[in-house]
């Protein structure tokens, strides 16, 4: 029997059919046991995970549920795949004995595991495995363009279920900016263009995928196609109120002025990209510090290349060429700056603070 966490809680037989799992507190209890990982889970943790606010029935509505669940994954000889079907572990508990590899989010994570391990120096075999990895999030295992993912425990609430699915997202988005970034130094732009632009259509204020499309638009000679996009991302911040962060700004016009520093895909720091769940909430750190001129407006190089592939005159450069892309971009400094201001203010940089005007302070 397969069992699947990376969409609706499913159990799958051998066969291919479907089992029915019954009600949302059902697949909730099964969510729990699978993501143990055979680990006996004591009745009090259970409970504290199926419900926020607890019921005074809540011990005896989590045996009523552990019997129904037992009886729904037996098979007529008594056991779930051979092993025996969910029996309490203890006096207190209850455990899933399943296989790592009858369950897909394991799958998942023992495939990123095997990704992570391979020594430096590697990124055909990296990129490989980072798409095994991700195959499991997508129905028979195939990956097409459209790299977004399913919602893991869909459908089930709670705190607990919440918590759950926005860890392994997480997990989820890292191992693709990974496989990505890896695939970017095999010079794959032409590939993973078009696996970019549904990424950044679904979410078009995400900085971090806008800067790995404007790279390989870059890497693959259509400057016009990197214009645009930082267009459409700009326009996007702007309806929200944001302005783009200074090292997407600095991207953007290191691709303006072809500047050769430009050979490797941005960096991106995973650790920080996956966060594990907060015990308390986030306390948003300082303001990052913007540079003194005004950030760039995409519709002032309306005049950039109009066609993919050919050259037109370049504006002159505005910074140094040659000046070296600090490590970038990262989850802190992508998220972008809030500010009220008007449609024609910018932002800029004055004794330290920033501070918006509708032209350059004096």
């Given at each position: 029997?397969?069992?699947?966490?990376?969409?609706?809680?499913?159990?799958?037989?051998?066969?291919?059919?479907?089992?029915?799992?019954?009600?949302?507190?059902?697949?909730?209890?099964?969510?729990?046991?699978?993501?143990?990982?055979?680990?006996?889970?004591?009745?009090?943790?259970?409970?504290?995970?199926?419900?926020?606010?607890?019921?005074?029935?809540?011990?005896?509505?989590?045996?009523?549920?552990?019997?129904?669940?037992?009886?729904?994954?037996?098979?007529?000889?008594?056991?779930?795949?051979?092993?025996?079907?969910?029996?309490?572990?203890?006096?207190?508990?209850?455990?899933?004995?399943?296989?790592?590899?009858?369950?897909?989010?394991?799958?998942?994570?023992?495939?990123?595991?095997?990704?992570?391990?391979?020594?430096?120096?590697?990124?055909?075999?990296?990129?490989?495995?980072?798409?095994?990895?991700?195959?499991?999030?997508?129905?028979?295992?195939?990956?097409?363009?459209?790299?977004?993912?399913?919602?893991?425990?869909?459908?089930?609430?709670?705190?607990?279920?919440?918590?759950?699915?926005?860890?392994?997202?997480?997990?989820?988005?890292?191992?693709?900016?990974?496989?990505?970034?890896?695939?970017?130094?095999?010079?794959?732009?032409?590939?993973?263009?078009?696996?970019?632009?549904?990424?950044?259509?679904?979410?078009?204020?995400?900085?971090?995928?806008?800067?790995?499309?404007?790279?390989?638009?870059?890497?693959?000679?259509?400057?016009?196609?990197?214009?645009?996009?930082?267009?459409e991302h700009y326009d996007h911040l702007r309806q929200a109120s944001l302005v783009p962060s200074p090292e997407l700004n600095r991207?953007?016009?290191?691709?303006?002025?072809?500047?050769?520093?430009?050979?490797?895909?941005?960096?991106?720091?995973?650790?920080?990209?996956?966060?594990?769940?907060?015990?308390?909430?986030?306390?948003?750190?300082?303001?990052?510090?913007?540079?003194?001129?005004?950030?760039?407006?995409?519709?002032?190089?309306?005049?950039?290349?109009?066609?993919?592939?050919?050259?037109?005159?370049?504006?002159?450069?505005?910074?140094?060429?040659?000046?070296?892309?600090?490590?970038?971009?990262?989850?802190?400094?992508?998220?972008?700056?809030?500010?009220?201001?008007?449609?024609?203010?910018?932002?800029?940089?004055?004794?330290?603070?920033?501070?918006?005007?509708?032209?350059?302070?004096?």
């Amino acid at each position: 029997m397969e069992f699947r966490l990376l969409g609706p809680v499913q159990a799958i037989t051998g066969d291919g059919r479907q089992t029915d799992l019954g009600p949302p507190m059902h697949r909730l209890l099964l969510a729990v046991l699978l993501a143990a990982d055979g680990r006996p889970v004591p009745a009090d943790t259970l409970i504290t995970r199926l419900w926020d606010h607890q019921p005074a029935t809540a011990r005896d509505l989590l045996h009523g549920y552990a019997s129904k669940l037992r009886a729904r994954l037996t098979t007529p000889t008594g056991a779930v795949d051979d092993t025996p079907a969910m029996p309490p572990a203890h006096e207190h508990g209850y455990r899933l004995p399943v296989a790592r590899h009858q369950v897909d989010a394991h799958r998942f994570h023992d495939a990123l595991a095997a990704a992570r391990a391979l020594p430096p120096g590697d990124p055909a075999t990296t990129a490989r495995l980072l798409r095994q990895a991700l195959a499991h999030w997508h129905p028979h295992g195939r990956v097409g363009d459209d790299l977004r993912p399913a919602e893991p425990l869909a459908g089930l609430g709670g705190a607990w279920a919440e918590d759950y699915r926005a860890c392994l997202l997480g997990e989820h988005r890292a191992a693709l900016l990974e496989c990505l970034r890896a695939e970017l130094t095999l010079d794959r732009h032409g590939a993973i263009i078009p696996q970019l632009e549904h990424l950044a259509r679904a979410d078009p204020t995400d900085e971090t995928i806008t800067a790995l499309l404007l790279h390989a638009c870059h890497q693959a000679g259509r400057q016009a196609h990197a214009t645009r996009a930082y267009r459409e991302h700009y326009d996007h911040l702007r309806q929200a109120s944001l302005v783009p962060s200074p090292e997407l700004n600095r991207l953007y016009t290191q691709i303006l002025n072809n500047d050769p520093a430009l050979s490797r895909p941005p960096h991106t720091d995973i650790a920080r990209l996956t966060p594990p769940v907060p015990d308390r909430p986030h306390t948003p750190g300082p303001l990052p510090t913007l540079p003194a001129t005004p950030l760039p407006d995409p519709h002032d190089h309306d005049d950039a290349d109009s066609v993919d592939g050919e050259q037109s005159q370049r504006p002159e450069p505005t910074t140094d060429p040659g000046t070296a892309m600090p490590p970038s971009p990262t989850l802190g400094s992508l998220i972008g700056i809030q500010v009220n201001s008007g449609p024609g203010a910018r932002v800029y940089n004055v004794g330290g603070r920033m501070t918006v005007h509708e032209a350059p302070p004096s």
